[in-house]
């Protein structure tokens, strides 16, 4: 008859624990030899099992009573397994919180504290089994490791109260003690490993290290946002130094360049940023933030290279929080950030065909879902067809531009009242007339231009004359109800739209000098500078015509007044022009203002005609 050993007995149980141990220890290698593997399927097999290994072996050992013997083991085994739960996730789920609860309790059992301890959440569970672990140091190891864990998934969820009030109880610190969560992290010392302690896939100390890690690197990033930069500095060179995967390094050398750009070191940030493009396949961060920095530094040509790689790339994942200095955007975005720089910088050819790729991306097969002003991927589209139009009407390509706006009229056509209404509420002098955004006016002066270019006079003032009718006779809507997004808000400012007025009366008061009509050109210039006294284009071009129609009195009168602004110091601009606006303006811009004036300078000692 064999031996019967009795339920309590140590005997069997000290045997279960060696197999236990030896499943932990051996599933632990399983997933280091797969980590090494290069076949993808077979590298996630492996882990797959292993993860259910992990699981079965955490089921085996709660199922028991708790016992001090095997919790030191049986929180190892929760720590491996949510480890490998939480890489495989690629961030920490519910189950993962209930894991750790378990284990605490688990803890608390073998004290005889049974019953509910979540009357303070985790934390109060936490408290309750750090002052337990007192009379039971064998679990210290296991504990901090299991709290490292913890610590992660609160720094992760945002939880920074409990986080502090945790290390400051690992660390053993007093009520009054510090509340800065890095120098907390710095001063945590976890126990050191046993050699016969079981397996773990990251211990405690390398916890330690990723979540100081994370953590500089976030605080980092918040001081960026909020423009302390010495400390920004401070903090991500202090994740620069930790243990840092690759990707993550990436991130933070991309944000040092950030910071030391906005700090005035650019070759410093220069050098971040190279090693950041070295670091891995996620170009997208560093390749922006190059081009901010080539963009600072004057050098154009690096700067345009830089976005043109950017967007061959493709690659803009993982991105980071949209607040974030390090986002880049959606692929679209940096498309127009592209086009945009390259009309600013006078590469008209290549911006044309970028903005013909960017409305490519952006309509394909979406006509339904177009909704100016503005698109899913934040960008304003009427502005984005207009800077098209410009951009292809400074290459000299009239009839492209044409069929751009056109395309831009037609999309929207269903959103616009109908002009026959506008006209009639004209007619009639009624006072409420219907409300057009400013970029459909900005659309026609756009065709006005391209049938200047294209030589066809009349149509081209029959378009500004279309363009002027809805800046004057349409009523725009209650300025107190505010635009109706970032795009409006841009076009519908005062200084736009006298902008925007101005750009149509020169162009058709140009017009009109072209044909020889002087008299309707007088009107118009005279018109432009009422309506838009800061455009210095229109005075310039007012003193041509009153020359030309040899108003001596008129003409002299106003050169004066140019002479004496000349000599005044300029102040900057305080508010900006839609891009579209500003090309559009720099077509009807006198070519030398100051040779204008010396000529009207000698016009004046020519004798007059009695």
Known sequence: MSHQTPLGSSVPQANCLDLWREKNDQLVRQVKVAQDLDLSLRRQQLVQDALEGFRGLLHSLQGLPAAVLVLPLELTVICNFTTLKTSLAQGFTEDQAQDIQRGLERVLETQKQQGPRLEHGLRGLWNSVLRASTVLPQLLPALHHLAGLQAALWLGTDHLGDLTLLLQTLNGSQSGASEDLLLLLKTWSPPAKESDDPLTLQ???????????AFAYRQGLQELISGSLPRALSSLHEAASGLCPRPVLVQVYTALGTCLRKMG????????????????????PPLLEASRLYRQLGNTAAELESLELLVEVELLLPQPDPASPLHCGTLSQVRHLLASRCLQMGRTEDAAEHYLDLL????????????????????????????????????????D?????????????????????????????????????????????????????????????SEFSRCLELLFRVTPKDKEQGPASNCEQVCTSD???????????????????????????????????QVC?????????????????????????????????????????????????????????????????????????EPCDL
């Open 495 to 529: 200084e736009a739209l006298q902008q925007l007025q101005a750009a149509a009366l020169i162009s058709r008061g140009l017009e009109w000098v072209a044909s020889g009509q002087d008299t309707k050109a007088l009107q118009d210039f005279l018109l432009s500078v």
């Open 360 to 399: 490519a991306l952006l309509l394909d097969g979406s006509e339904s879902k177009f909704s100016p002003p503005s698109c899913s991927s934040g960008l304003c589209m009427p502005e984005i067809f207009l800077e098209a139009a410009a951009a292809l009407i400074q290459t000299g390509r009239a009839q």
């Open 533 to 605: 006294p800061g455009n210095g284009d229109a005075s310039f071009h007012l003193l041509q015509t009153l020359r030309r129609l040899d108003r001596r009195d008129e003409a002299t009168a106003l050169w004066r007044r140019l002479e004496a602004q000349t000599k005044l110091p300029q102040e900057n601009a305080t508010w900006s022009l839609p891009l579209y606006l500003e090309t559009c303006l720099s077509w009807i811009r006198p070519p030398d203002r100051e040779t204008l004036l010396e000529e009207y300078r000698t016009f004046l000692l």
């Open 401 to 461: 531009a044409l069929t751009v706006c056109e395309e831009l009229l037609r999309r929207t056509s269903s959103l616009l009242p109908k002009m026959p209404l506008l006209w009639k509420n004209a007619r009639k002098g009624t006072k409420e007339s219907p409300h057009y955004p400013p970029w459909v006016s900005a659309t026609y002066l756009l065709q006005g231009q391209a049938w200047v270019q294209l030589g066809v006079p009349k149509q081209a003032i």
């Open 203 to 213: 211990d405690a100390q390398g916890l330690r290290s990723v979540l100081l890690t």
């Open 265 to 284: 070191n650019p070759q410093r940030a220069l050098l971040y940023l190279v090693a950041a493009l070295k670091g891995g396949s996620i170009c997208g």
